[in-house]
T-cell receptor
Framework: KQEVTQIPAALSVPEGENLVLNCSFTDSAIYNLQWFRQDPGKGLTSLLLIQSSQREQTSGRLNASLDKSSGRSTLYIAASQPGDSATYLCAVRFHNNAGNMLTFGGGTRLMVKP | DTAVSQTPKYLVTQMGNDKSIKCEQNLGHDTMYWYKQDSKKFLKIMFSYNNKELIINETVPNRFSPKSPDKAHLNLHINSLELGDSAVYFC?????????????FGPGTRLTVL
């Protein structure tokens, strides 16, 4: 069974700290992996998309890495800010998922304290 | 100029009723999706719809049926609602069904079945 797991489920850090969110997946046959942000009562916003042939992607203070062979991805957030507080979701497109379907992890709820 | 919109935002109804949730995207995308996020915050794909091709997650009960009057709309009909249907339902769209296509999400519809 293809699954995506995110650890930790919740994380609280003081403002300014650098932090790492973890995502693991059970099948290395993937097209790509995507990180999303979800704010309470709102939809998902795509942060970074890493293709299976890539090792990392960067956008501003965010850096996502991918190690397909070990089934892992990390999202690194530099110099965290209170505005970064949200739930971060990792989603994977496995090879045998028809229709561009995403398999999501359970998310990491991040709180950045001022 | 909302990209993906859903109505209603909240829906409270009795068990056994039939209800619909509407989704519209103004991005000119070819593919639309419905996801369900349960009380534990797990997001699971329900349907993928592209150019009249419907791909269904086999775990979805046949009480759920998507209807697409045109390319910009994908509505979700639910018959004989059950308590376990209570969740947040998200609509999403992507340019095509290519594995490189980013999905854009709507704000969600919170369904409560009493």
């Amino acid at each position: 069974k293809q699954e995506v797991t995110q650890i930790p489920a919740a994380l609280s850090v003081p403002e300014g700290e650098n932090l790492v969110l973890n995502c693991s997946f059970t099948d290395s046959a993937i097209y790509n992996l995507q990180w999303f942000r979800q704010d309470p009562g709102k939809g998902l916003t795509s942060l970074l998309l890493i293709q299976s042939s890539q090792r990392e992607q960067t956008s501003g203070r965010l850096n996502a890495s991918l190690d397909k062979s070990s089934g892992r991805s990390t999202l690194y957030i530099a110099a965290s800010q209170p505005g970064d507080s949200a739930t971060y979701l990792c989603a994977v497109r496995f090879h045998n998922n028809a229709g561009n379907m995403l398999t999501f992890g359970g998310g990491t709820r991040l709180m950045v304290k001022p | 100029d909302t990209a993906v919109s859903q109505t209603p935002k909240y829906l409270v109804t009795q068990m056994g009723n039939d209800k619909s949730i509407k989704c519209e995207q103004n991005l000119g995308h070819d593919t639309m999706y419905w996801y369900k996020q349960d009380s534990k915050k797990f997001l699971k794909i329900m349907f993928s719809y592209n150019n009249k091709e419907l791909i269904i997650n086999e775990t979805v009960p046949n009480r759920f049926s998507p209807k697409s009057p045109d390319k910009a709309h994908l509505n979700l009909h639910i018959n004989s609602l059950e308590l376990g249907d209570s969740a947040v339902y998200f609509c999403a769209s992507s340019q095509r069904t290519g594995f490189w296509d980013t999905q854009y999400f709507g704000p969600g519809t919170r369904l409560t079945v009493l």
